[in-house]
């Protein structure tokens, strides 16, 4: 079972917009991490928030977390060709701490020049 | 190794034959995971390895699916008498050591395909 939701599913912008993208999960979580997968690529990691932290940036990423409302947000600004990819947040939930992570179903994100 | 590496990358199998698929995780990384993506969805966990040992194999769909770390570094995901539902992505994904709030490094994983 899959523990985050990706919304939307799918994303379709031109070159230089934002995109924006949530993922919202269902139990408590150590971290939450955001991945890309490109078309016959691996995952490769963006950003990791841990549960304590509300809001962190790494280059034209942006991510927030809210624990009240078990949701987590993505940004990339100034989007480029380069950024089409699908986009996976995944929850670190283990209690013991050896990181275990549940993904979700992911977004699609297609960027136009 | 540069990075996590996975073979075959590909691997086209009849139904009923068994498979192996190997993963060289980064050299020195305790943890090691196993993932099944199916087409279409997000990676779904398998099993953890912490060195040699199988800490954790509570995703591993059926008795058919086997995972092994002798010595702490390769390891190997084997499948018995393959089914269709078996097809997918399995990916392997190594970290420097336990802990949450550590960065796992995925290979670019194994895509079965059974026919």
């Known amino acids: 079972s899959q523990q985050g939701e990706e919304d939307p599913q799918a994303l379709s912008i031109q070159e230089g917009e934002n995109a924006t993208m949530n993922c919202s999960y269902k139990?408590?979580?150590?971290?939450l991490q955001w991945y890309r997968q490109n078309s016959g690529r691996g995952l490769v990691h963006l950003i990791l928030i841990r549960s304590n932290e509300r809001e962190k940036h790494s280059g034209r990423l942006r991510v927030t977390l809210d624990t009240s409302k078990k949701s987590s947000s993505l940004l990339i600004t100034a989007s480029r060709a380069a950024d089409t990819a699908s986009y996976f947040c995944a929850t670190d939930v283990t209690t013991d701490s050896w990181g275990k992570l549940q993904f979700g179903a992911g977004t699609q994100v297609v960027v136009t020049p | 190794g540069a990075g996590v590496s996975q073979s075959p990358r590909y691997k086209v199998a009849k139904r009923g034959q068994d498979v192996a698929l190997r993963c060289d995780p980064i050299?020195?990384?305790?943890?090691l995971f196993w993932y099944q993506q199916a087409l279409g969805q997000g990676p779904e966990f398998l099993t953890y390895?912490?060195?040699?040992?199988?800490?954790?194999k509570s995703g591993l769909p059926s008795d058919r699916f086997f995972a092994e770390r002798p010595e702490g570094s390769v390891s190997t995901l084997k499948i018995q008498r393959t089914q269709q539902e078996d097809s997918a992505v399995y990916l392997c994904?190594?970290?420097?050591?336990?802990?949450?709030?550590?960065?796992?490094?995925f290979g670019q994983g194994t895509r079965l395909t059974v026919v």
């Open positions: 050299s020195g990384h305790v943890s």
């Open positions: 139990t408590s979580i150590n971290n």
């Open positions: 390895f912490q060195n040699e040992a199988q800490l954790d």
């Open positions: 994904a190594s970290s420097r050591q336990q802990g949450m709030n550590t960065e796992a490094f």
